[in-house]
């Protein structure tokens, strides 16, 4: 897109909120996190409206709206669930959450009815759309270049498409999931075992050397640009766990031998409501001595994290103050509502200035990432060029040439440089 805007020179406040504004409608983002699949994984790859209709977002907020009982509802048909999402939180009561909004966004960024009373010509719209152009066109309604997908080496659906030789593609890039390694040991280490990995429930023998080989034979397949992991709000470092012993003694030396960062995503209260499924995970303040002790004991790793609670957000940053070798990123989750992401990225910027990556998605249907970046766009505008508008107030003249290395670096060269993406 081109710039709408010459200016020459040291800025006004209000030109430096136009350069701003420009700056960011006109960058590709990187989209740091997202629960999309790269085509070559089919039917893994969630779009359309009734997959954007039931998001399990909108499902927790579905039980509060209507008499359904969750076992009740999960019992319908997908077209059925998105019929009776639309009808109690799109017709009956007015979209106003952020979920429920985000639907109506990308309705409206397609000139679709955003008020009708069935998804009748939504339906028919998206079964119009070839996917591969309708990628393009998200990905360019959403101003990003490219996302990180969530690729989970034991998905029983998944793991299989990756042996048979998925076809990679540069738009997105494979995240080596640990969550069924780090956090289910004891449910999983037989799926390795049928592998032909010498592997026990109690790490014993050459359980870590053939844990380190399973990781490596995905490293190579997958060539993840990091790995990952989400973890309880009770997650301890040190601790005399499987879960510590596997981190430290496996996933640790392989990131440092394939150079990858690892993401930790700490802070989930998993199935405080089991009725819900995916709606039904919690947040818990979590300790993040955790995260201290293992960016200082592992000082040549590079970690990523996001803390899910808003409680543990201010000694976050502190912390990526203490530890050079961790970088921030996004609004997790229940922090992703613009009243939250303000004061987030506030202190981030005042503390780090623009050494963090301030959002990421979390998509899990393809179109999500038009509303999810339009509204960090709308919600970031103003808070960055406060940032440069404060720096000119206190005598330092602010040019264009500064806006765009921020917003470059915040939204795009930050995780370059961590991922050492081409
Ligand atoms: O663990 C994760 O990556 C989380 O983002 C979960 O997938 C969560 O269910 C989610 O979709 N959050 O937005
Ligand atoms: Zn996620």
Redesign the pocket.
């Known amino acids: 897109m081109r710039r709408g805007y010459i200016f020459q020179g040291m800025l006004s406040s209000d030109q430096i909120r136009s350069a701003v504004d420009a700056e960011l409608a006109s960058t590709k983002f990187i989209d740091v996190?997202t629960?999309l699949f790269m085509p070559s994984l089919g039917n893994l790859g969630l779009w359309g409206i009734d997959e954007l209709v039931t998001y399990?977002?909108l499902e927790a907020e579905l039980f509060r709206s209507s008499p359904v009982k969750p076992a009740e509802y999960f019992t319908l048909s997908k077209l059925e669930k998105a019929d009776l999402i639309w009808r109690t939180l799109f017709v009956e009561n007015a979209p106003v959450s952020e979920a429920t909004r985000g639907v109506v966004s990308v309705l409206h960024a397609f000139d679709l009815p955003t008020s009708s009373s069935d998804l009748k010509k939504a339906r028919e719209f998206f079964a119009s759309r070839d996917y591969h152009e309708h990628i393009a066109d998200v990905f360019k309604l959403a101003g990003i270049s490219e996302v990180a997908m969530?690729n989970d080496p034991l998905d029983p659906e998944e793991a299989p498409l990756w042996e048979k030789g998925a076809m990679h593609h540069s738009q997105f890039h494979p995240v080596l999931?640990l969550?069924r390694i780090l956090n289910k040991w004891p449910d999983h280490f037989h799926v390795l075992q049928s592998k032909g990995y010498k592997v026990d429930s109690e790490l014993g023998g050459n359980s870590i050397s053939e844990v380190r080989r399973f990781l490596d034979v995905w490293s190579k397949l997958m060539k993840p640009v990091y790995m990952?992991c989400?973890l309880p709000d009770t997650f301890a470092y040190p601790e005399n766990s499987v879960r510590a012993k596997l981190l430290t003694e496996a996933v640790l030396p392989v990131c440092r031998e394939y150079d990858l960062p690892l993401s930790l995503?700490i802070g989930?209260r998993y199935l405080v409501n089991p009725a819900l499924q995916?709606?039904g995970?919690g947040v818990g303040k979590a300790d993040l001595r955790a995260l201290e002790r293992l960016c200082c004991e592992f000082p040549e790793n590079r970690f990523l994290s996001s803390v899910l609670s808003r409680e543990n957000q201010h000694e976050l940053t502190v912390y990526a103050r203490k530890f050079s070798n961790l970088m921030l990123f996004g609004c997790?989750?229940?922090l992703?509502n613009p009243s939250v992401v303000e004061e987030i990225t506030r202190e981030r910027l005042e503390m780090l200035g623009t050494t963090f990556i301030p959002q990421h998605s979390?998509a899990?249907i393809l179109e999500q990432v038009i509303y999810k970046w339009r509204n960090t766009r709308r919600t970031l505008g103003p808070i960055l060029a406060n940032s440069y508008d404060l720096l000119a107030q206190d005598g330092r003249a602010v040019n264009v040439g500064d806006i765009q290395k921020g917003v470059k670096r915040l939204f795009r060269t930050n995780f370059e440089h961590w991922t050492s993406l081409p």
Do not use: E, K, P, Q
Request: hydrophobic share 40%; proline share 0%; glycine share 0%.
């Open positions: 996190h629960h399990h977002y969530t999931r969550d990952a989400s995503m989930v995916l709606a995970d997790w989750w229940f992703n979390d899990r």
